[in-house]
């Protein structure tokens, strides 16, 4: 899992050289669009809507909130989170038929991160003839996020008000005490997980434009989190789902 982070990041950093030189290139000269057969217009605005379309927008850049909850066998567990996320569309209008869109690459940093899990508990479990109490963590985890690596491809539709997007996305996690919550050790013994952990995924977006360079913005993602085996222990968050809100400027 390491060392495709490690690798998903320099390609995140290879795309982006070659696509900004794409994009000055564009910004510079008359536009070149990629067309194929039966491929469906770009969305334009009306005379005076003032809305732009897809093709005139650069830079985004905005505040977020982050909400979750995990599936499966962390149904328990919740999530929130806080950030800062920018992006640049870094191609021009490439006609694809109904995939028509940009490719778009960015990143988000979250000062605040935080999981909630099922409070500690006690287990008493028998070993041989004897009974042993092994206890649990839990509780609230506190940490801070960065994601280096956001592909996104929005969609170009014919109003310049709705923006849909996908994305693939892969981050880095840090949280104050080892997450996610096992089977706690005796005191300067190995064992447990850890502090650091990796978090990839990807999902559908909207941006809706209340203004000409306004947006407001809807994520639904899902999202894997494991340690890489950074720790003794791994049981990461196989599954969650994400859903993030958030308000752009355009530039």
């Known amino acids: 899992?390491?060392?495709?982070?490690?690798?998903?990041?320099?390609?995140?950093?290879?795309?982006?050289?070659?696509?900004?030189?794409?994009?000055?290139?564009?910004?510079?000269?008359?536009?070149?669009?990629?067309?194929?057969?039966g491929a469906a217009p770009a969305a334009q605005s009306s005379p005076n809507s003032g809305f732009e379309p897809l093709a005139a927008r650069r830079w985004e850049l905005g505040p977020f909130v982050n909400l979750g909850t995990g599936v499966a066998q962390n149904f328990n567990d919740q999530f929130f989170a806080a950030g800062f996320q920018v992006g640049r569309n870094l191609t021009p209008i490439i006609h694809a038929g109904p995939l028509t869109g940009r490719f778009e690459?960015?990143?988000?940093?979250?000062p605040l991160w935080q999981a909630y899990t099922p409070s500690p508990y006690s287990q008493v479990v028998t070993s041989g003839s004897t009974q042993i109490t092994q206890n649990y963590g839990g509780g609230t985890f506190t940490g801070?996020?960065?994601t280096p690596v956001v592909?996104?491809?929005?969609?170009?539709?014919r109003t310049p008000r709705l923006t849909p997007w996908f994305q693939a996305a892969a981050g880095v996690v840090y949280t104050t005490h080892k997450f996610p919550p096992t089977l706690e050790v005796p005191?300067?013994?190995?064992?447990?997980?850890?502090?650091f952990n990796f978090r990839?995924?990807?999902?559908?977006?909207?941006?809706?434009?209340?203004?000409?360079?306004?947006?407001?913005?809807?994520l639904l993602s899902a999202e894997h989190i494991s340690?890489?085996?950074?720790?003794?222990?791994n049981p990461g968050i196989n599954a969650s789902l994400q859903l993030q809100l958030g308000y752009t400027w355009w530039k």
Do not use: C, E
């Open 1 to 37: 899992m390491y060392r495709f982070f490690q690798h998903t990041f320099a390609l995140g950093l290879i795309l982006g050289s070659g696509f900004t030189a794409v994009a000055q290139t564009s910004d510079s000269a008359t536009p070149v669009a990629v067309a194929v057969v």
């Open 105 to 110: 690459f960015g990143g988000n940093i979250m």
């Open 144 to 146: 801070a996020s960065i």
């Open 151 to 157: 592909f996104r491809w929005n969609f170009a539709t």
């Open 187 to 195: 005191q300067g013994t190995p064992g447990g997980t850890s502090v």
């Open 200 to 218: 990839s995924g990807g999902g559908f977006g909207l941006h809706y434009f209340t203004r000409p360079r306004r947006s407001v913005d809807f």
């Open 227 to 233: 340690s890489a085996s950074l720790g003794d222990k």
